[in-house]
């Protein structure tokens, strides 16, 4: 069956999101973000919190939403998050998780990096087949914001972010709505990504191929071998190798 469509997954495949450079930090047995720091400052500045009560609140806002939604692969938006955070700190402030999303998102936004060539690679792409993103990402704004700045956003056919869509990847309910909106069967789209659980594996569970990305991936041989789910059908170590790939499959 001929390619009809590609569908990319967003952060280290379309963009890279640097989290080396954003360690998480422990506290009351949760991992939380890099920018808890810089959202206490912003909390601060509307309410006298202290720092270990900020951060329970978080991690207690983690527990319950990793029971509610992640277990059920479903997208917790940011808002949603730091909504809950401020109602556990008793705040009457409706602005204040609107600005938690701002400072967070940008803490994160700073760690984003765009490979010099992937704007031209996917304008060459387009003019062979039509281009798609299926992203697990809890705020469409920003996924949106940085595919614009990077270049990479008018070359896009159909764009599916988990915050809007309710539900994440690897569920297969993502992957049909992108595909519905590129207006192509399974059989004749092929997806990339990094994650072997959510890319490979989603794709796998809809007869959609898959190309796992391996350029920023760590220990590619290890990975795959403890990986106990459906294999990638392609394995590539940079994008500019997928017009060769498509060149193959015809």
């Known amino acids: ?41 912003a909390l601060s500045e509307r309410a006298e919190i202290p720092f270990e009560r900020f951060t329970l609140a978080m991690a207690e806002a983690s527990r319950v939403f990793a029971m509610s939604h ?30 938690l999303t701002g400072v967070h998102m940008g803490v994160l936004r700073s760690e984003v990096a765009v490979p010099a060539h992937h704007a031209a690679l996917l304008g060459v792409l387009r003019r062979r087949v039509r281009l798609g993103v299926c992203s697990n990402f809890s705020h469409s704004e920003t996924a949106l914001g940085i595919l614009e700045e990077a270049g990479l956003r008018a070359h896009l056919d159909a764009i599916v972010v988990s915050d809007t869509f309710g539900l994440r990847k690897p569920r297969v309910e993502i992957f049909q709505e992108v595909l519905a909106r590129l207006g192509v069967r399974a059989e004749e789209g092929i997806h990339v990504g990094d994650s072997l659980s959510a890319d490979v594996q989603g794709a796998a569970a809809l007869g959609l191929r898959s190309v796992w990305l391996t350029r920023r991936v760590p220990a590619c041989d290890a990975r795959l071998r403890m990986h106990a789910g459906a294999r990638p059908d392609h394995v590539l170590p940079d994008l500019a190798e997928l017009p060769r790939l498509l060149d193959a499959l015809a």
């Open 70 to 99: 992640f277990a059920r692969d479903r997208e917790v938006p940011t808002r949603l998050r730091f909504e809950d955070v401020v109602r556990r700190l008793g705040l009457a402030d409706p602005e204040l998780p609107e600005i």
């Open 1 to 41: 069956m001929v390619i009809r469509a590609v569908i990319f997954d967003l952060f280290d495949t379309l963009v890279d999101l640097r989290q080396e450079n954003l360690p998480t930090e422990e506290h009351h047995g949760m991992q939380l973000p890099a920018s808890v720091h810089a959202m206490h400052a």
